[in-house]
């Protein structure tokens, strides 16, 4: 019986622990637009060196990112890419973009700064969203694929 209370008891200290766990997870605001770029890194030496970024607001003739806000770019290592829509994502429906500033992005409207030398995660209490990935392929040929 003893044995029973304990198992009770403790069953419900679990539910109240994991019931009380304030849920952090935010969906980024900035809609996913269709991204499904090819660029040539001959013609873009600012990415030949690694933890440079550069913003496209054109790829091949063709606006990107959502509202064709762009993307940036950046180079994490010597066969490695980190992409991110420029939309900040605390003023979607704004004309402006994030600006990249060393080696963060951030954004004119609110002073919001973003990590993309890693994951687009914000670096100060500004914004409560990450800006938005996009997946990297790099060939072999010195071209880099940007895609979702």
């Not at 060196?49 to 496209?56: D, M, P």
């Not at 490695?80 to 420029?86: H, I, N, R, T």
């Not at 004119?108 to 100060?124: H, T, V």
């Amino acid at each position: 019986m003893a044995f029973l209370k304990y198992k009770l008891l403790l069953i419900i200290g679990i539910l109240l622990i994991v019931g009380g766990c304030e849920d952090d997870y935010m969906p980024n605001p900035v809609p996913e637009v269709r991204v499904n770029a090819t660029i040539y890194l001959n013609y873009h030496s600012e990415l030949n060196a690694v933890g440079n970024s550069k913003y496209f607001e054109m790829i091949n003739g063709s606006q990107v990112g959502y509202k064709g806000h762009g993307i940036i770019i950046t180079r994490t290592a010597p066969n490695k890419f980190v992409a991110f829509d420029a939309t900040c994502p605390n003023h979607i429906d704004s004309e402006s973009h994030v600006e990249i500033k060393g080696s963060f992005a951030v954004c004119p409207m609110g002073d919001a700064k973003f990590n993309i030398l890693i994951d687009g995660s914000p670096i100060n209490a500004k914004s409560k969203y990450a800006l938005r990935t996009l997946h990297t392929f790099f060939k072999s040929n010195n071209t880099l694929r940007v895609y979702n």
